[in-house]
């Protein structure tokens, strides 16, 4: 069966680095993704990954482990702006995107 | 502004209506998605189209049909339409062979 977990709030201090984690367990696996949502917006991509590891983009990086069903998204730097929920989605073979209920991120100052 | 468009951009009916969505994807972009995203659900798959043909499905009712037509934008019909239909709609587009997906803004739809 399909689920994405991640935690459902989170907050950190402006400037400070946070990481998001998300377990995955999907009917088959075609890439891990992650998108920041601010209220009543589209979500907007952040990145993606397929192969095993570390991808940078920025202040944001994210991470992903096929083996343990596993991913992370690293926020550097963090800015007010970031206040946000951040979605975790699974893509299932067919392009078919699993998305997790999102980590709501709040950022102090 | 991903470059795909929606409309209505809200859109308020009673119980039992039906409505129809529209989304226009990206220039270029062959497969179209349509989303709900709901206060208790999150953000749930629909239905995918790739160059007028149903590609995927996903947790779409029987009350729900979508189609993608020659100039490649797609419609969401609504039928029957309950309280708890009330929901964002997002359509989302893609490149064949690139697995990013644009998103829309939305059409928030309210059921009376």
């Known amino acids: 069966g399909q689920n994405i977990d991640q935690p459902t709030e989170m907050t950190a201090t402006e400037g400070a680095i946070v990481q998001i984690n998300c377990t995955y367990q999907?009917?088959?696996?075609?890439?891990l993704f992650w998108y920041q949502q601010h209220a009543g917006e589209a979500p907007t991509f952040l990145s993606y990954n397929v192969l095993d590891g570390l991808e940078e983009k920025g202040r944001f990086s994210s991470f992903l482990s096929r083996s343990k069903g596993y991913s992370y998204l690293l926020l550097k730097e963090l800015q007010m702006k970031d206040s946000a929920s951040y979605l975790c989605?699974?893509?299932?073979?067919?392009?078919?995107?699993?998305f997790g209920a999102g980590t709501i991120l709040r950022v102090k100052s | 502004d991903s470059g795909v468009t929606q409309t209505p951009k809200h859109l308020i009916t009673a119980t039992g209506q039906r409505v129809t969505l529209r989304c226009s994807p990206r220039s270029g972009d062959l497969s179209v998605y349509w989303y709900q995203q709901s206060l208790d659900q999150g953000l749930q798959f629909l239905i995918q189209?790739?160059?007028?043909?149903?590609?995927a499905k996903g947790n779409i009712l029987e009350r729900f049909s979508a189609q993608q037509f020659p100039d490649l934008h797609s419609e969401l019909n609504l039928s029957s339409l309950e309280l708890g239909d009330s929901a964002l709609y997002f359509c989302?587009?893609?490149?064949?062979?690139?697995?990013?997906?644009?998103f829309g803004p939305g059409t928030r739809l309210t059921v009376l």
């Open positions: 189209y790739y160059n007028g043909e149903e590609r």
């Open positions: 989302a587009s893609s490149v064949v062979g690139d697995n990013e997906q644009f």
């Open positions: 999907t009917s088959g696996f075609n890439g």
């Open positions: 989605a699974a893509m299932e073979y067919g392009n078919k995107l699993v």
